[in-house]
């Protein structure tokens, strides 16, 4: 199954196939299963509001780093 076109994170079923879990076990989720297993790892990822793992497409095609929200603009300020 592809991802669709223009994807920025992997989806559910590739993060599955990434980590190994596809379901929970011992009273854990799978997507408390699934933020462990990345973070042994070593995979940079992002846990959203519904307690789900999001990874950036980017780290697994093999970019040195994941899209990073820019701060907002700041004015620079001058000692008078």
Not at 3 to 24: C, K, Q
Not at 42 to 69: D, F, L, M, Q, T
Request: hydrophobic share 40%; no cysteine.
């Amino acid at each position: 199954m592809n991802p669709p076109l223009g994807s920025t994170f992997l989806t559910g079923a590739e993060i599955a196939e990434l980590t190994g879990i596809r379901t929970g076990k011992n009273g854990r989720t799978r997507e408390q299963l699934q933020i462990e297993q990345l973070a042994r790892m070593a995979i940079p990822h992002y846990v959203n509001a519904a307690s789900r793992p999001i990874v950036a497409r980017a780290i697994i095609e093999g970019a040195k780093s994941a899209p990073v929200a820019q701060s907002a603009w700041e004015p620079g300020l001058r000692a008078a």
